[in-house]
DNA sequence: CGCTGCATGCTTTTT
DNA sequence: GCATGCAGCG
């Protein structure tokens, strides 16, 4: 039996009586700060309790309040209490509520974390009971597919009609609905060419060989092991008297089915959540647990939480008019008791760059202050998209315009190429039979060891069953490779012998090393070789990435760890506007937001219909309700006629959710005639109508508004070029650059100055080819690139 | 082995 | 429009 480390001492050690534990003595003056429904569900303490908490309406609050209370009213210990969210970043956000109201450090909350961080050391504890060892590894999406890929290769099947990508995400939802290889569904299993379920296996397989699992594996695993052993399933059950789950809506079938068997005990399960915010069914989260909970949970407490504090009573109007368009709600009514407010504003554009512009004045207009609102700091407004595709257009527009912006989402930190690598070296470093990590880094920087060399290596170490590295050491002693590759890999597996040696000096520090590793191997110089605009950046990350080895003890602690912390937390310094997905939005809030490209087929999201219907319109029309319920004081929707969609211009019908945007509550900004057909002016009854039927009446395209603007905007398009050759060059403008000026830009990279007008700069980019950008951007660069400027 | 040039095919994203 | 991935050549 595995240990239960501090679980079984704490229990050996007799549990001190509730009264010794209860803190009752000192009130409960956090009750007092809570209003009636958010004290119900704090008060609930027993027995299951759905907390549906609306958007805005103080759910951490009441989550951590209960938490406080349960610790408070001696029900529980800090380690006694189960609480998951879905991000690292919730995660911490409740912790460092939890304390503040304790005005304490709460000495462990062990088992406060993701689903994910409390999988893994739940697994840790018993991987024997799934064939695997204490010290699994963890695969990032990156190996998952390379593994893959090798699978399919090995089964000769044609991987491109076949790709790698495709059969994870088939893996992860069958792993989303808890479905090990044996339990796919027979008409499921015929996926992937009547292969899907063969790989699986052999993909299960693998990954017990090189003792890994994958993301999916961590809650799989621990619900097999919950399934198979009720003797460890009941000693959970008893350690975990209470058990809180937050964005209950977004928990998957696994994750549904990991809840239900850990409070098959006590029952003591308060699930929080909102059925209206439910935005994952595409990766496998299912609305259906949270409007079932009730029948999962016979006898449970339902609690609303319906007083909104974020937004005003026209932007709470305007997200319940789209949402009461869905079927099948647990519904609630949120209410506020702030003025009205400024109405939810309407505008239409002729194409997607003229939205962009339209945004970035309207952006510079409010940070002076406008329409009788005070000046608003960048900060305090966001752009949200649908698609990250639609970031693009705004980026351009404020390089242009000097407006200091920032993207949130993009590529995570340790989902970068360099961090990846490096972290490769590491592995192989601490783990010398790591075979992803050092085929990932075999060849990089580049070595002369192809493909031919690398199978070489491979069937050296299958033929004697060891791992890649001593695969290469052999295959290098038996003159099994060419002249170059000899050399090198010679070279590599040296190295790697002599990093290995160093992790386990415990007098070297384990920062130093890793520095070293990066220096020696080659990687640094890669980069620092490299003249592609990215470069500094990455190197930038690198040194990033070695002072996060602070926080750790050694190698292995960290990589341990990273694994799962996945965090982008990019805490620029300086006044920007955000700029980021729908979907990355969720649970912020922005005095003022902006809500572009409402047009239907991207917003709803065709692909979205097509695949999943009628539930997929309504998570779309969900994603537009947490869109508006971000806004705090203003809301501004926007679509455009036209638009490039893959390089192809495309013009598209406004919205179907502008027409459900009820109109009361909203103030339509367009010029008259130029969306006369649709909402508010023409039509009264805009809140039905199939697309057809509007696509007939909206005669958008035929108003004299549209008209002009149509032709003004031809205009623009054609003249441009005679413009460009009419710009006054002002050779006395504050910039110091001249025409034919080398320069550097971040974003654009190397680049030309064809012509100055004022502080803007007229750049033609080696890469990114023509464009206007404001001259505090560029950095000028020496010829030829041989003076890289940083 | 590595580079270049063409064909292809596309949401949303945490862990 | 762009990134990725493959085939073909040096």
């Given at each position: 039996?595995?240990?239960?480390?501090?679980?079984?001492?704490?229990?050996?050690?007799?549990?001190?009586?509730?009264?010794?534990?209860?803190?009752?003595?000192?009130?409960?003056?956090?009750?007092?700060?809570?209003?009636?429904?958010?004290?119900?569900?704090?008060?609930?303490?027993?027995?299951?309790?759905?907390?549906?908490?609306?958007?805005?309406?103080?759910?951490?609050?009441?989550?951590?309040?209960?938490?406080?209370?349960?610790?408070?009213?001696?029900?529980?210990?800090?380690?006694?209490?189960?609480?998951?969210?879905?991000?690292?970043?919730?995660?911490?956000?409740?912790?460092?509520?939890?304390?503040?109201?304790?005005?304490?450090?709460?000495?462990?909350?062990?088992?406060?974390?993701?689903?994910?961080?409390?999988?893994?050391?739940?697994?840790?504890?018993?991987?024997?009971?799934?064939?695997?060892?204490?010290?699994?590894?963890?695969?990032?999406?990156?190996?998952?597919?390379?593994?893959?890929?090798?699978?399919?290769?090995?089964?000769?099947?044609?991987?491109?009609?076949?790709?790698?990508?495709?059969?994870?995400?088939?893996?992860?939802?069958?792993?989303?609905?808890?479905?090990?290889?044996?339990?796919?569904?027979?008409?499921?299993?015929?996926?992937?060419?009547?292969?899907?379920?063969?790989?699986?296996?052999?993909?299960?397989?693998?990954?017990?060989?090189?003792?890994?699992?994958?993301?999916?594996?961590?809650?799989?695993?621990?619900?097999?092991?919950?399934?198979?052993?009720?003797?460890?399933?009941?000693?959970?059950?008893?350690?975990?008297?209470?058990?809180?789950?937050?964005?209950?809506?977004?928990?998957?079938?696994?994750?549904?089915?990991?809840?239900?068997?850990?409070?098959?005990?006590?029952?003591?399960?308060?699930?929080?959540?909102?059925?209206?915010?439910?935005?994952?069914?595409?990766?496998?989260?299912?609305?259906?647990?949270?409007?079932?909970?009730?029948?999962?949970?016979?006898?449970?407490?339902?609690?609303?939480?319906?007083?909104?504090?974020?937004?005003?009573?026209?932007?709470?109007?305007?997200?319940?008019?789209?949402?009461?368009?869905?079927?099948?709600?647990?519904?609630?009514?949120?209410?506020?008791?702030?003025?009205?407010?400024?109405?939810?504003?309407?505008?239409?554009?002729?194409?997607?760059?003229?939205?962009?512009?339209?945004?970035?004045?309207?952006?510079?207009?409010?940070?002076?202050?406008?329409?009788?609102?005070?000046?608003?700091?960048?900060?305090?407004?966001?752009?949200?998209?649908?698609?990250?595709?639609?970031?693009?257009?705004?980026?351009?527009?404020?390089?242009?315009?000097?407006?200091?912006?920032?993207?949130?989402?993009?590529?995570?930190?340790?989902?970068?190429?360099?961090?990846?690598?490096?972290?490769?070296?590491?592995?192989?470093?601490?783990?010398?039979?790591?075979?992803?990590?050092?085929?990932?880094?075999i060849n990089t920087p580049k070595r002369g060891v192809g493909d031919k060399a690398l199978q070489s290596i491979?069937?050296?170490?299958?033929?004697?069953?060891?791992?890649?590295?001593?695969?290469a050491?052999?295959a290098v002693a038996a003159g099994e490779l060419s002249g170059k590759a000899k050399g090198e890999v010679g070279k590599l597996v040296d190295s790697?012998?002599?990093?290995?040696?160093?992790?386990?000096?415990?007098?070297?520090?384990?920062?130093?090393?890793?520095?070293?590793?990066?220096?020696?191997?080659g990687?640094?110089?890669?980069?620092?070789?490299?003249?592609?605009?990215?470069?500094?950046?990455?190197?930038?990350?690198?040194?990033?990435?070695?002072?996060?080895?602070?926080?750790?003890?050694?190698?292995?602690?960290?990589?341990?760890?990273?694994?799962?912390?996945?965090?982008?937390?990019?805490?620029?310094?300086?006044?920007?506007?955000?700029?980021?997905?729908?979907?990355?939005?969720?649970?912020?809030?922005?005095?003022?937001?902006?809500?572009?490209?409402?047009?239907?087929?991207?917003?709803?999201?065709?692909?979205?219909?097509?695949?999943?219907?009628?539930?997929?319109?309504?998570?779309?029309?969900?994603?537009?309700?947490?869109?508006?319920?971000?806004?705090?004081?203003?809301?501004?929707?926007?679509?455009?006629?036209?638009?490039?969609?893959?390089?192809?211009?495309?013009?598209?019908?406004?919205?179907?959710?502008?027409?459900?945007?009820?109109?009361?509550?909203?103030?339509?900004?367009?010029?008259?005639?130029?969306?006369?057909?649709?909402?508010?002016?023409?039509?009264?009854?805009?809140?039905?109508?199939?697309?057809?039927?509007?696509?007939?009446?909206?005669?958008?395209?035929?108003?004299?508004?549209?008209?002009?603007?149509?032709?003004?905007?031809?205009?623009?398009?054609?003249?441009?070029?005679?413009?460009?050759?009419?710009?006054?060059?002002?050779?006395?403008?504050?910039?110091?650059?001249?025409?034919?000026?080398?320069?550097?830009?971040?974003?654009?990279?190397?680049?030309?100055?064809?012509?100055?007008?004022?502080?803007?700069?007229?750049?033609?980019?080696?890469?990114?080819?023509?464009?206007?950008?404001?001259?505090?951007?560029?950095?000028?660069?020496?010829?030829?690139?041989?003076?890289?400027?940083?």
């Amino acid at each position: 039996m595995s240990s239960f480390d501090e679980n079984e001492a704490f229990e050996a050690a007799g549990r001190p009586s509730l009264s010794s534990l209860a803190m009752s003595a000192r009130g409960t003056p956090y009750l007092d700060d809570l209003n009636p429904a958010q004290r119900e569900a704090v008060e609930a303490l027993d027995g299951p309790v759905l907390m549906l908490a609306g958007a805005g309406t103080g759910k951490t609050k009441a989550l951590t309040t209960r938490i406080a209370h349960l610790l408070n009213t001696g029900r529980a210990r800090p380690n006694e209490i189960l609480a998951v969210t879905f991000t690292n970043k919730a995660a911490r956000e409740m912790k460092g509520r939890v304390e503040r109201l304790m005005g304490q450090t709460v000495e462990g909350m062990p088992w406060l974390g993701t689903f994910h961080a409390i999988c893994v050391k739940l697994l840790r504890r018993h991987a024997e009971l799934v064939g695997l060892k204490t010290n699994f590894t963890i695969l990032d999406t990156d190996d998952q597919v390379r593994l893959l890929k090798q699978l399919i290769v090995a089964a000769n099947i044609d991987e491109k009609r076949w790709p790698p990508r495709m059969l994870a995400g088939l893996i992860d939802n069958w792993k989303n609905r808890a479905w090990t290889p044996d339990k796919v569904p027979v008409a499921d299993a015929a996926a992937f060419n009547n292969r899907g379920v063969e790989l699986y296996a052999a993909y299960q397989a693998r990954l017990k060989a090189l003792n890994a699992v994958d993301f999916g594996d961590l809650l799989l695993h621990v619900v097999t092991i919950f399934q198979t052993h009720a003797d460890i399933l009941a000693q959970y059950q008893r350690w975990f008297r209470y058990i809180l789950v937050d964005e209950y809506q977004d928990t998957n079938v696994a994750q549904y089915l990991w809840l239900r068997l850990l409070a098959g005990g006590h029952k003591n399960i308060c699930c929080v959540g909102d059925d209206d915010q439910s935005i994952y069914g595409w990766r496998g989260a299912e609305v259906g647990n949270i409007l079932r909970f009730e029948k999962d949970f016979p006898g449970a407490k339902v609690v609303r939480l319906e007083q909104n504090y974020r937004s005003t009573p026209h932007i709470l109007a305007a997200a319940s008019g789209v949402i009461a368009g869905n079927a099948d709600r647990l519904g609630k009514t949120l209410w506020t008791e702030a003025n009205d407010g400024e109405k939810v504003r309407l505008i239409g554009h002729w194409d997607g760059e003229e939205e962009a512009r339209w945004i970035g004045e309207e952006i510079e207009a409010m940070q002076r202050g406008t329409r009788g609102l005070a000046p608003m700091g960048l900060d305090s407004m966001a752009i949200l998209v649908r698609a990250s595709h639609q970031m693009r257009a705004f980026e351009d527009r404020f390089l242009t315009i000097g407006l200091p912006y920032r993207v949130i989402g993009g590529p995570r930190f340790y989902e970068r190429m360099e961090i990846r690598d490096a972290m490769a070296y590491f592995r192989v470093a601490v783990s010398p039979d790591d075979d992803l990590g050092f085929e990932r880094i075999i060849n990089t920087p580049k070595r002369g060891v192809g493909d031919k060399a690398l199978q070489s290596i491979q069937r050296v170490a299958r033929a004697n069953g060891v791992s890649l590295l001593d695969g290469a050491r052999l295959a290098v002693a038996a003159g099994e490779l060419s002249g170059k590759a000899k050399g090198e890999v010679g070279k590599l597996v040296d190295s790697f012998d002599r990093w290995r040696r160093l992790t386990l000096n415990p007098q070297q520090s384990h920062i130093e090393l890793a520095e070293q590793i990066l220096e020696e191997s080659g990687y640094t110089e890669m980069w620092q070789n490299d003249k592609t605009p990215e470069a500094p950046g990455r190197l930038e990350n690198l040194k990033e990435l070695v002072e996060a080895l602070e926080q750790f003890d050694n190698l292995q602690g960290f990589l341990e760890h990273v694994a799962l912390i996945m965090d982008n937390e990019t805490d620029e310094a300086g006044e920007k506007v955000s700029i980021m997905t729908l979907h990355g939005a969720k649970g912020l809030e922005f005095p003022a937001v902006f809500l572009p490209g409402w047009e239907d087929g991207l917003f709803p999201s065709q692909r979205s219909m097509d695949e999943s219907g009628l539930k997929g319109l309504e998570e779309e029309r969900r994603l537009a309700y947490v869109g508006i319920t971000r806004a705090e004081e203003l809301c501004t929707i926007s679509f455009a006629a036209n638009r490039r969609v893959y390089g192809q211009w495309q013009s598209a019908l406004p919205s179907r959710f502008i027409d459900e945007l009820p109109a009361d509550h909203v103030e339509v900004l367009t010029p008259p005639g130029l969306y006369g057909g649709g909402y508010g002016a023409a039509a009264p009854g805009f809140g039905g109508g199939d697309i057809e039927e509007r696509a007939a009446s909206a005669n958008v395209y035929n108003s004299p508004g549209w008209r002009r603007l149509q032709e003004r905007s031809q205009m623009r398009g054609t003249s441009q070029p005679s413009e460009a050759r009419n710009i006054v060059i002002d050779m006395t403008a504050v910039s110091s650059f001249t025409q034919g000026d080398r320069i550097f830009h971040q974003k654009f990279g190397y680049g030309y100055v064809m012509a100055i007008e004022g502080d803007k700069l007229d750049i033609e980019f080696e890469k990114a080819g023509s464009k206007k950008v404001v001259a505090k951007f560029v950095v000028a660069a020496g010829r030829d690139g041989e003076d890289v400027p940083f």
